[in-house]
């Protein structure tokens, strides 16, 4: 069965971040993820992680003003110094916290934007070569204009090029199955195709970005394929529960006998 972890940015947001992080632990999960740790010091993550023997796997670098609307800095020439600032606070972060994964958010702005694509490929060789030393993986994601209008990267197949194109082996490939089922479909051939590249999987439903098994796509079968394919990573859960967190956690126990099939 594939290692699942919390999204707690989503998952038991009915509570302060102390108590998701005690709700995740008792509900059976071994890791977390989140969107964003700035709001407490790394220290005093640390603190609740490590009393609730919980590894935050993956957050994401600094979007610029989330409030405002902005989804990242990377594709952004004139915001380069905002962005290695970002990479070297999410890092800070990464070290305390045991993190491995980054997330770095592309931005809103046109993908055939030549300047933008040029100043999203620099910020990736930016923040994979400060990572590496470290330990530390940088990931992209594909995501769909139907929840981020305009974001930058909207492509896997972009996404593979860029990464064969640095040639960074810490730059990796957050597979969203949510994301890739509306930008794509094939999800399955796709994370054959993919494996080599991707650093992290994460999970919804679709359309409604609900719990696993409640939408058209057999989430199931894709807990069977990641098994078959060896995938070794954890499955981000980030979806938005229908009702009470816990009461929609079945999905999980009819996930541990499907994906050993």
């Keep these: 069965m594939p290692r699942f972890a919390a999204n707690l940015s989503f998952l038991f947001a009915d509570r302060a971040l102390p108590d998701r992080i005690d709700a995740a632990r008792a509900a059976g999960f071994d890791a977390v993820e989140m969107l964003f740790p700035y709001e407490h010091a790394p220290e005093t993550l640390a603190e609740w992680l490590k009393a609730a023997d919980l590894e935050l796997v993956l957050f994401n670098m600094r979007p610029g003003d989330w409030a405002a609307g902005e989804r990242g800095l990377a594709s952004f020439p004139h915001r380069s110094e905002e962005f290695r600032a970002s990479v070297e606070e999410a890092l800070r972060y990464a ?7 980054l997330h770095a958010l592309a931005g809103l702005a046109q993908p055939d934007d ?3 694509a040029s100043a999203y490929r620099d910020a990736l060789a930016f923040a994979c070569d400060r990572a590496g030393p470290m330990g530390v993986d940088v990931l992209i994601e594909p995501i769909n204009g139907r929840d981020m209008p305009g974001y930058h990267l909207a492509s896997f197949e972009r996404a593979a090029e860029i990464i ?8 990796k490939l957050q597979f969203d199955v949510y994301h890739r089922q509306i930008l794509r479909g094939d999800v399955i051939r796709g994370l054959e195709e993919l494996m080599p590249l991707i650093g992290h999987v994460q999970v919804a439903s679709v359309p409604g970005r609900n719990e696993p098994g409640t939408g058209e796509l057999d989430d199931f079968a894709v807990f069977a394929a990641l098994d078959r394919l060896g995938y070794a990573g954890f499955v981000g859960c980030e979806y938005r529960p229908l009702g009470r967190t816990e009461d929609g956690l079945g999905w999980m126990d009819r996930a541990a006998p499907l994906s050993r099939t």
């Excluded at 064969?164 to 730059?171: F, M, S, V, W």
């Design 95 to 101: 070290q305390r916290l045991g993190t491995r994964r």
């Design 114 to 116: 030549a300047r933008a």
């Design 164 to 171: 064969a194109a640095l040639g960074r082996p810490n730059l």
